[in-house]
Nanobody, 129 residues
Framework: QAQLVVSGGGSVQTGGSLRLSCAAS????????MGWFRQAPGKQREWVAG????????FYADFVRGRFTVSQDRANAPVLLEMNYLKPEDTATYYC??????????????????????WGQGTRVTVSA
């Protein structure tokens, strides 16, 4: 089973930038979807961004589009999340996950779809006003 290790995170002021990294100790061909999620205190976990493992296309939640960038140098390389123009509402614990595509080969970018996949440990991001 793939183990995902998250690094990065920390504290910044509004408008600052941070970069998160998600590395897998062992990838399988079944981990077609790579995603970033976050959970703020008292709120439900939500999907932030994602990409197909090794694929060029990236996908974003509306609330981060234009500010966050997910990237990966090649298939099975660490997946990065560059976070720019950070806002206090971005404060949360961030997680990465890998999970299988559906039977049509699609990634469904929801917490429920990723729930049975592999998850990394969370990393705290705090944005102060």
């Amino acid at each position: 089973q793939a183990q995902l290790v998250v690094s990065g995170g920390g504290s910044v002021q509004t408008g600052g930038s941070l970069r998160l990294s998600c590395a897998a100790s062992e990838y399988t061909s079944r981990a077609g979807c790579m995603g970033w999620f976050r959970q703020a205190p008292g709120k439900q976990r939500e999907w932030v961004a994602g990409k197909y493992n090794g694929g060029p296309s990236t996908f974003y939640a509306d609330f981060v589009r234009g500010r966050f960038t997910v990237s990966q140098d090649r298939a099975n390389a660490p997946v990065l999340l560059e976070m720019n123009y950070l806002k206090p509402e971005d404060t949360a614990t961030y997680y990465c996950a890998s999970w299988k595509t559906d039977w049509l080969g699609r990634c469904i970018w929801t917490v429920s779809e990723a729930r049975n996949g592999n998850w990394g440990q969370g990393t705290r991001v705090t944005v102060s006003a």
